[in-house]
DNA sequence: ATCCCAATTACGAATAATTCTTATATAAGA
DNA sequence: TCTTATATAAGAATTATTCGTAATTGGGAT
């Protein structure tokens, strides 16, 4: 079901230093539930690591985040959260509760990627495109329901 | 080319109480450039009411995104940006200037639309269906970059 | 037009999230 | 093992936002 990283090669193929706070938290963010926030993050990996630093944590997300190694997730609220499956997908956004949820699926990226083909936007050109799709789950996927 | 906004209307049909400052708060996201942060709105509105709070432009623009007169803005970074149109459509996102420009197209919501009528998602009930297109302008747009 | 009151705003203090600064520690190449 | 550029810890500082309270006011009722 779940990926496989391997975190240490992924980090020296990115020519960063392997620190066990780095480590820690990509490991975090593989293995927590779902798109964490930072908080999520630190909480997490302080089980472990009880006196690893918040600018700390801060700081690695960053550098992740630069080296697409994960990425950030948009949302509405004020908190940034994250994600660790880097290949394109896109995301459900409950309206009730909290949760992200990731969908992926080829017919439509190909559908999308066809649409832009035939209609080019003047003066912009595309890297990615996300879809975020709002809506409600039937059956909730979190307690903060 | 802008829509015409009459906004003592657009409050009143809320049953919100019409009050300078949430007249100012509206007139501002709709004038302004582009997809405003709440700074961006509190430094226009100051242009003509120096005294007005910043609590009271924090509070108004909540009240305007319950009342569905604004959106708020995904945007990757830490400030919240708000959306003066509220009809669906979706976003460009520059990699390199702060921009963000609306890209409506009803040919794409045709084609989104089928797709998730012959693709249900299981447990999910769609709302709304939004495109997060990231890339790069050609020609900037603003400063910023 | 005036009165009244629930709703709204101003103000500033409080909180929360994030960044910054500096000293110390450490990963990894030589 | 040594060296040094890089990363981390700690906590102060900054920034964004919320909260509490008193004063003001929009708009319905009279």
Known sequence: MKKEHDIRYELSAKKLKITPQRVKVLEAIYEMDNHPTT???IDYVRKSDPNISAG????ILEVLVKNDLIKKVKTEKDVMRYDGMTENHHHLYCKQCDYIEDYTNSELDKILKDYFEQNKIDNFIIDEIK????GNFVIHKNKNH
Chains 1, 2 share one sequence.
């Open 131 to 134: 879809l975020s799709i709002s």
């Open 56 to 59: 700390t944590v801060y700081n």
């Open 39 to 41: 908080e999520n993050v």
